[in-house]
């Protein structure tokens, strides 16, 4: 049980460097490589964790504390910081008037994203957790079914066909509802792969099967509109990159130090994944001070300067630091307390 776990904290780890990575304005090639399986890799571990032991109440309060409270807070917290934020170009959003807030407010404490563009991946949080809600009432409707597994199974295929056909057909999306429906599968599949436990990399064939993935992968990502228009060949590219990932990770974990690395990474991902496009504000700031003739953006990519590629290793860098800075900075002001 500790080697599986490891194992996730590093796939975890992995998964929000990614994350990172794809948010500090990549080349078109190496960003269709990440997006192509970031999200399902996130889905895919996030359903490890899901069962029915849990009764409904424990289980809904759990979820509500672990993504509706983060949500909320941190929405709250940068709203009444916007005109501050605002002044020093850190976001295009200033909520200078109190029927402004209400307005806000509303829409935060709805779950939905949108107040802020600083937390527009934010959308992650509501998509999770409604998947986890849906699929811990499939598998207790299906509990006492002799055929209850396969009926969860084929529940997840469906709902990620539903999310294809949604979004293919340009159906109404509320809250997000198409990506709810297509991550369930990805979400299932972590589950259902939990049952048995992850299956054991030791041959030489395996590692050959890890290049393979890779091949596909760098083959793939060459043709940056393959995956985004061709949903079949989507769902497929991300089944290669959960697969990639877990051999890639598996590797690592013989090496003393990237094991620790990235099992640190995983163990503080909603701190990075919550702070990190602030980072990159921050350190957008920081240069346009430094630098003046650098031509900065106001998304979260500021690697359209005159030296992209040290700017996104330098946004990669502190969009994972700086968030693990603030979470200290946290810990030791509570304990302080």
């Known amino acids: ?104 407010l509303s829409l935060v404490l709805r779950f939905r994203v949108g107040a802020m563009d600083l937390l527009g991946h934010f959308w992650f949080l509501p998509v999770l957790f409604f998947i986890s809600i849906f699929f811990y009432g499939m598998l207790r409707l299906t509990k006492t079914n002799p055929h209850g597994k396969m009926m969860v199974v084929s529940g997840g295929a469906i709902f990620t066909c539903m999310g294809v056909l949604m979004r293919v057909l340009h159906l109404p999306n509320p809250y997000d509802i198409h990506r709810v429906c297509y991550y369930m599968g990805f979400y299932m599949l972590g589950w259902l792969i939990a049952q048995h436990g992850l299956p054991k990399i030791k041959t030489l064939q395996d590692y050959c099967l890890g290049l393979l993935l890779l091949f596909i992968m760098i083959l793939y990502s060459c043709d940056q509109g393959a995956v985004e228009f061709n949903p079949i060949l989507g769902i497929f590219m991300a089944l290669v990159g959960i697969a990639f990932s877990w051999i890639l990770m598996v590797i690592f974990q013989k090496m003393i130090f990237a094991k620790s690395f990235f099992v640190f990474i995983g163990q503080h991902t909603m701190a990075i994944f919550i702070w990190h496009v602030l980072a990159f504000k921050l350190i957008e700031y920081a240069l346009s001070i430094i630098f003046p003739e650098m031509i900065m953006t106001l998304g979260w990519s500021g690697s359209y300067a005159l030296h992209p590629l040290p700017l996104i290793m330098l946004y990669t860098v502190g969009g994972v630091l700086l968030p693990l800075v603030i979470i200290q900075i946290k810990t030791k002001f509570i304990k302080l307390i």
């Open 1 to 104: 049980m500790a080697t599986r776990n490891i194992l996730l904290d590093m796939m975890r780890g992995w998964a929000i460097i990614l994350v990172v990575l794809g948010h500090a304005g990549v080349p078109d090639i190496l960003r269709t490589f990440i997006y192509s399986f970031h999200m399902p890799l996130f889905f895919f571990i996030s359903g490890f964790f899901c069962n029915d032991r849990k009764d409904v109440q424990k289980f809904f309060l759990s979820k509500i504390k672990s993504l509706y409270v983060p949500f909320v807070v941190v929405y709250l917290l940068l709203i009444v910081l916007s005109h501050w934020l605002h002044h020093f170009s850190l976001t295009k959003f200033d909520y200078n008037s109190f029927g402004d807030i209400v307005k806000a």
